[in-house]
């Protein structure tokens, strides 16, 4: 390694360095940081892992056959998004869900207005139970209407992200 002091060359500086280490140590080093945190974070995941999947918890696993293929599944969580939202709009109906600059909507009236949407898209537009819709919107609250009403039909909700420019939308 060579250890020639470095100038700087302003005229307002006026020290040298030197460097400790040759940049294989300092590579070394860097290497056997990421090793240890790396170990460090995967010790801690499944610490969490064991916790919240433990028997008895809010997201406890256990195997079910589905369409003739095991599956891990969560034995406490609603089998569908379809269901979930039905026993929270019905649960809540009343209670604020949406407030969005000077508007606020409640669960009941977005669920209305979902059952709505997804009457149209079944009667009007012809969708079906998995059928893909695409939804590209800024965050406004007609975005959950569309998105719970797909799910109310089945269908299978694609979000986009509205920023993005058109042509990845446009390939396949």
């Known amino acids: 390694m060579d250890h020639r002091p470095l100038t700087l060359s302003p005229p307002h500086y ?5 460097p400790k280490r040759s940049f294989a140590e300092s590579w070394c080093i860097c290497l056997a940081y990421r090793y240890l945190v790396s170990g460090f974070l ?6 969490a892992d064991a916790i919240l999947c433990a028997p008895g918890m809010p ?6 056959l589905i369409d003739g293929q ?3 599944v969560y034995k406490h969580l609603w089998p569908s998004l379809r269901e979930f939202w039905l026993l ?3 649960k809540y109906y009343d209670r604020t869900y949406i407030v ?5 909507w409640t669960y009941g009236q977005i669920l209305d207005r979902s059952l709505k949407a997804a009457g149209v898209y079944r009667h009007v537009y012809g969708l079906r139970k998995g059928d ?3 939804i590209c919107s800024r965050n406004f609250p007609d975005y959950l209407v569309v998105f719970w009403a797909c799910h109310l039909i089945g269908a299978v909700s694609v979000l ?9 939308l446009l390939s396949p």
């Open 160 to 168: 986009a992200n509205a920023s993005v420019i058109i042509l990845p």
């Open 88 to 90: 929270v709009s019905e």
């Open 100 to 104: 969005f600059e000077q508007q606020r």
């Open 14 to 18: 006026n020290m040298q360095w030197v």
């Open 70 to 72: 095991l599956h891990r």
């Open 42 to 47: 995967l010790t801690l995941i499944s610490t």
């Open 132 to 134: 893909t819709v695409g």
């Open 59 to 64: 997201h406890q696993l256990e195997f079910r």
